[in-house]
């Protein structure tokens, strides 16, 4: 039965995460994610929850990665300058192996930038910002309703890989005020922990396993393991054995490319058969829906093709979805930053790609990819 009701971007994403039992959040107010803080110290306690202010964005992180080790699952939230100081702490969750769920709510940038303003820059940074090589995981919701159950997928995603999942949305859909059904949870089937099970002494922490996803061993299940952020081999131990490394390294790549159907997401519509092929997320990707529309109204056969799931990028999804199309229009509102990956995936076909690029701190309208569209294609 539907469960209609009018929340807060940044609302609905506390709201998604207690639904997907987080039970840690730790974090530090800072615009425009503020909400989420707040919200949390008022929920988490309800539900036996722990909710702490911590003195700065790389304690935070720490702080999660400690909890999720403890066996909790386990949030923060941040913005701009914040996500930019996590990241080494998110490397050492990549390379520990350890559940976490990071908001990124985009703002304009760079550093101390426009804190009340959208922005799409975040992108990039979300999967190369830690040092070192590793595959990141970024869902980028469009509205406030997906806002709620992409944030209860990142916690099954990350439970299931042992993982950290970012979740982006810019500023405008973070104090978006929209009708959402809470009762659209998302199942939780297969997004668990695989815990470790059999003898203590033939254990191993990281050990190879079909799906690259070792058991994870939580505190007073007596097993002895050993976690590190330095390379490591299956005992936990630290090793700098060409070897080894190779295989630890390659298995944090190999576990997300092995289980990339289960990662991905995305919408196609009206991409069989399109002149041009509109590739658009988060909130610019509503603006481009509206293009559309306009568009084949004015016989211009347009598709718009969403990732939901920005990285791991469905490519083969969208390799399909411009099969038939001579044209691809990105628009987004940064510099081009996803301009330069889908220029990548097009680079052994005939399409021309071009960007629609944004970074004045405003939203990206319909008739502004109307008018570029109409540009494109006279080019």
């Known amino acids: 039965m539907s469960k209609l009701t009018n929340l807060q971007g940044n609302r609905a994403c506390?709201?998604?995460?207690?639904?997907?039992?987080?039970?840690?959040?730790?974090?530090?107010?800072?615009?425009?994610?503020?909400?989420?803080?707040?919200?949390?110290?008022?929920?988490?306690?309800?539900?036996?929850?722990?909710?702490?202010?911590?003195?700065?964005?790389?304690?935070?992180?720490?702080?999660?990665?400690?909890?999720?080790?403890?066996?909790?699952?386990?949030?923060?939230?941040?913005?701009?300058?914040?996500?930019?100081?996590?990241?080494?702490?998110?490397?050492?969750?990549?390379?520990?192996?350890t559940p976490c769920v990071i908001i990124n709510v985009m703002r304009g940038g760079p550093s101390t930038g426009m804190p009340t303003r959208p922005s799409q820059a975040d992108i990039m940074q979300a999967r190369w910002g830690t040092h070192g090589d590793y595959s990141a995981i970024l869902l980028t919701p469009w509205s406030v309703g997906e806002i709620y159950t992409e944030t209860q997928r990142a916690f099954g995603l990350s439970e299931a890989l042992r993982v950290p999942v970012v979740v982006a949305f810019d500023e405008s859909i973070a104090h978006l005020v929209e009708s959402v059904d809470l009762a659209s949870a998302v199942s939780?089937?297969?997004?668990?922990?695989?815990?470790?099970?059999?003898?203590?002494?033939?254990?191993?922490?990281?050990?190879?396993t079909d799906?690259?996803?070792?058991?994870?061993?939580?505190?007073?299940?007596?097993?002895?393991?050993?976690?590190?952020?330095?390379?490591?081999?299956?005992?936990?131990?630290?090793?700098?054995?060409?070897?080894?490394?190779?295989?630890?390294?390659?298995?944090?790549?190999?576990?997300?490319?092995?289980?990339?159907?289960?990662?991905?997401?995305?919408?196609?519509?009206?991409?069989?058969?399109?002149d041009i092929v509109i590739v658009a997320y988060g909130i610019t990707a509503r603006a481009a829906c509206l293009a559309q529309e306009q568009l084949q109204a004015a016989g211009i056969q347009c598709g718009v093709f969403r990732p939901q799931t920005l990285w791991p990028f469905p490519e083969l999804a969208f390799r399909k979805?411009?099969?038939?199309?001579?044209?691809?229009?990105?628009?987004?509102?940064?510099?081009?930053?996803?301009?330069?990956?889908?220029?990548?995936?097009?680079?052994?076909?005939?399409?021309?790609?071009?960007?629609?690029?944004?970074?004045?701190?405003?939203n990206i309208s319909p008739s502004m990819i109307v008018e570029r569209v109409e540009a494109f294609l006279d080019e």
């Open 321 to 362: 979805s411009i099969e038939s199309a001579g044209h691809v229009l990105v628009p987004e509102m940064n510099a081009g930053q996803l301009l330069v990956e889908i220029q990548r995936l097009a680079a052994a076909s005939d399409k021309s790609v071009a960007g629609l690029n944004r970074i004045d701190g405003e």
């Open 14 to 97: 506390v709201l998604g995460a207690i639904e997907a039992g987080c039970r840690f959040f730790a974090g530090y107010p800072i615009t425009p994610s503020s909400e989420i803080a707040e919200n949390m110290a008022k929920e988490l306690p309800a539900v036996a929850g722990t909710f702490v202010q911590m003195e700065d964005e790389l304690a935070s992180m720490a702080a999660v990665i400690g909890a999720s080790v403890g066996g909790a699952r386990a949030m923060t939230a941040t913005s701009g300058p914040g996500f930019s100081l996590m990241q080494e702490n998110i490397g050492y969750a990549a390379m520990t192996e």
């Open 188 to 208: 939780k089937k297969g997004m668990i922990r695989k815990k470790a099970v059999g003898d203590n002494k033939s254990f191993a922490p990281y050990a190879v």
């Open 211 to 274: 799906d690259c996803i070792p058991p994870m061993a939580l505190p007073g299940d007596g097993f002895r393991t050993h976690t590190t952020g330095l390379t490591h081999g299956e005992d936990g131990f630290p090793t700098q054995e060409p070897l080894a490394a190779e295989r630890a390294v390659g298995r944090l790549l190999e576990k997300i490319r092995v289980n990339q159907s289960r990662i991905e997401r995305y919408e196609s519509s009206h991409c069989a058969g399109a």
